[in-house]
């Protein structure tokens, strides 16, 4: 019944290792998000996926960057992860901006 | 620009007691949301309010919404301690995307 699946669910990389974690989703949404969460702060936007349409979120630094080759997948690739880039990233989706479902996230430790 | 301010960011409560948490934010938006965070876990979807004076319920969790003032409350009844977790308000940014603005969250310890 899992709705919103993210892959691996903890990612462990080594500085300046690119990374890649997957989301793939059931629902048929045609809007996927990723979010970034560091430790006691909110989560924040880092672009999503209306349709084919990439939208990036201006402070999203050029380190990350993101993949959607069909309706159900979208992927988020680090290229050279940074310390700072330590965090818990969250992928949701919604059906044209309306409520968004959240995976169960994957924690990212770069070591 | 769309900022979204919670209230308190700590609360400590003993069990049984009342409180409300405060969610304001800065412009016009057709969606609000409540979200509930376990240590170390996604999100969860509590409330989602859409029109002014939108009220909802779910056991001891009542969300409300004002439109007019750019409030919404989440008011808590009776607290156990299961209730403990932190607690986001986010906005809609408004538009056919729907990107949300998170409030900082709202951390609550309810002790025995």
């Known amino acids: 019944d899992a709705m919103v699946i993210q892959n691996p669910r903890y990612q462990v990389t080594q500085f300046g290792k690119p990374v890649t974690l997957s989301c793939s989703q059931t629902l048929n949404h045609n809007v996927m998000y990723w979010y970034q969460q560091k430790s006691s702060q909110a989560p924040k936007l880092l672009f999503h996926y209306y349709d084919k349409d990439f939208n990036n979120e201006a402070d999203t630094p050029d380190n990350f960057q993101s993949r959607r080759p069909n309706t159900s997948f979208c992927f988020l690739d680090i290229r050279s992860p940074g310390l700072g880039d330590a965090a818990m990233y969250l992928c949701?989706?919604?059906?044209?901006?309306?409520?968004?479902?959240f995976g169960p996230g994957t924690r990212l430790t770069v070591t | 620009e769309l900022k979204v301010e919670q209230n308190p960011l700590f609360l400590s409560m003993q069990e049984g007691k009342n409180y409300t948490i405060y969610c304001n934010y800065s412009t016009t938006s057709d969606r609000l949301y409540w979200y509930r965070q376990d240590p170390g876990k996604s999100l969860e979807s509590l409330f989602v309010l859409l029109s002014n004076g939108a009220v909802k319920q779910e056991g001891r969790l009542m969300a409300s919404l004002d439109t007019k003032a750019r409030l919404s409350t989440l008011h808590i009844t009776a607290a156990v301690h299961d209730l403990s977790a932190t607690y986001f308000c986010a906005v809609s940014g408004g538009g056919s995307q729907g990107n949300l603005i998170f409030g900082k969250g709202t951390k609550l310890s309810v002790k025995p």
């Open positions: 949701a989706t919604s059906r044209e901006g309306y409520e968004q479902y």
